[in-house]
């Protein structure tokens, strides 16, 4: 059974930092296609960043390129989500997905959710000013 599970979660002040992890069992991170995302409240979940792990550029949607930094590791299992430079804005769930069938590329997840076979439960974000 795989199972994603996102932590570090957190309430901060503008201008602050917090490293979201997101531990996998059951599936081997190293050479996956991976996402985080974030949904706030009233609004559709969106994609903040991704890798492959194995190789590539990471992808970082535009809101929040500079601010936020995805990397992993392979002994741990896990991958991260190092955000920095805060704003209320960025008050979220967010949540980590995994694995894409071979028939799609990593990259058209990140833009087709759906293409994502596992996702974690989410882990609360809350920036105040």
């Known amino acids: 059974q795989v199972r994603l599970v996102e932590s570090g979660g957190g309430s901060v002040q503008a201008g602050g930092s917090l490293r979201l992890s997101c531990a996998a069992s059951?599936?081997?991170?190293?050479?996956?296609?991976m996402g985080w995302f974030r949904q706030a409240p009233g609004k559709e979940r969106e994609v903040v960043a991704g890798?492959?792990?194995?190789?590539?550029?990471?992808y970082y949607a535009d809101s929040w390129k500079g601010r936020f930094t995805i990397s992993h590791d392979n002994a741990r299992n896990t991958v991260y989500l190092q955000m920095n430079s805060l704003k209320p804005e960025d008050t979220a769930i967010y949540y980590c997905?995994?694995?894409?069938?071979?028939?799609?590329?990593?990259?058209?997840?990140?833009?087709?959710?759906?293409?994502?076979?596992?996702w974690g439960q989410g882990t609360q974000v809350t920036v105040s000013s």
């Open positions: 997905a995994a694995d894409v069938s071979q028939q799609y590329s990593c990259r058209s997840a990140w833009t087709f959710f759906s293409r994502f076979r596992y």
């Open positions: 890798r492959y792990t194995s190789a590539g550029v990471p």
């Open positions: 059951g599936y081997t991170l190293s050479g996956a296609c």
